[in-house]
């Protein structure tokens, strides 16, 4: 394990950051000084970025621009800068997005984060950001690092914790709007009614049939995930119902321009919950989606330079 080095991706955590706010020089430098460094000598995760779309939370896109998630753990959890309201967006917060629904605020700022690397004071569900038990310990050269930089915060890492908002908090609202949003949602509704057939046989809460829609311009298809993905007869006449709701859900939300994939559940009492891509590009009929197409609607519903996936650019 010791050869295996940290897997650093700067591009991506570039990326992450919501637009008009650059990368934290902390987080350059922290990043050049684990370059090399045994991975798990000073905790087990991976510097990459992410945008709150791919995190373990309810409808994460709608987020992107209050999330600099740039830290990977092995099982999935996320950690990064959060950019509540009323929050310093020089220096945010540190929050973790847990695998099995743990959130987190973990320090006040970085220096926080990284001084808590330094002295190991992570519990479950955390625990991977402490070094790993059979890598050599490089958190006093973090510490010693760390002490020699210039300016340098020496404040205990929870000092004011106190005076930041429920980070916890904030995550259990927003998945209670979320998925009281989409079921109250017309479109959804409407979905659901035209696709009762195919309501799941089982009638335990988690019981539900997915399906999978890609729309890239004018090209679009809709599958239904019943060994494997499967055409199915409704699928033409709720062309226009998702077209509808890829619309509307752009005027709400121009930035994030058009999504180009939707993932949702259809439950046993009706209700869809859905998850959208912006950044995948789909498979159409066998076939990458035409970058044309998408390129067309790129150009109807513009982004912020930082959020155009590079295949699109």
């Known amino acids: 394990m010791s ?8 591009d991506s955590i570039r990326g992450a950051f919501p637009p008009g706010v650059e990368v934290l020089s ?3 430098d922290f990043a050049g000084w684990l370059e090399g460094r045994p991975w798990g000598s000073v905790g087990c995760f991976s510097l990459q970025g992410q945008f709150s779309d791919s995190a373990p939370i309810v409808d994460g896109s709608p987020l992107r621009d209050r999330f600099s998630l ?3 753990l092995p099982d999935g959890s996320a950690v990064g800068g959060w950019y509540g309201a009323g929050l310093d967006r020089d220096n945010p ?11 987190a605020l973990l320090a006040p700022s970085l ?16 625990s991977d950001l402490k070094p790993h038990d059979e890598v ?21 890492p929870d000092d004011t914790s106190a005076e930041l908002p429920d980070f916890r908090g904030f995550v259990e609202k927003w998945s209670r709007d979320r998925e009281d949003y989409w079921a109250n949602h017309r479109l959804m509704a409407e979905l659901g009614w035209r696709l009762a057939a195919h309501l799941p046989k089982g009638k335990k809460p988690w019981d539900r049939t997915r399906f999978e829609i890609a729309i890239v311009g004018a090209q679009y298809q809709a599958r239904v995930l019943t060994h494997g993905p499967q055409p199915f007869e409704e699928a033409a006449s709720i062309e226009s119902l998702l077209r509808d709701l890829r619309d509307q859900m ?8 058009l999504w180009y994939a939707m993932n949702f559940g259809l439950y046993a009492d009706g209700r869809i919950m859905p998850s959208f891509e912006y950044d995948l590009r789909p498979t159409i009929d066998g076939d990458l989606a ?4 998408a390129k067309a609607d790129l150009a109807r519903a513009p982004r912020p330079e930082r959020w155009v996936p590079k295949w699109l650019g």
């Open 3 to 10: 050869d295996t080095q940290y897997s650093i991706d700067l």
């Open 26 to 28: 902390l987080l350059v």
């Open 70 to 72: 740039f830290m990977r």
């Open 93 to 103: 917060p540190i929050v973790g997005l847990g695998s099995e629904g743990d959130y």
């Open 111 to 126: 220096d926080g984060l990284l001084a808590k690397l330094t002295s190991r004071q992570f519990d479950n569900p955390w």
């Open 136 to 156: 050599e310990c490089q958190t006093v050269e973090l510490a010693q690092w760390l002490a020699g930089r210039p300016a340098a915060e020496t404040a205990a």
């Open 250 to 257: 752009r005027r709400a939300q121009p930035e994030l321009g």
């Open 290 to 293: 035409l970058l044309s197409e």
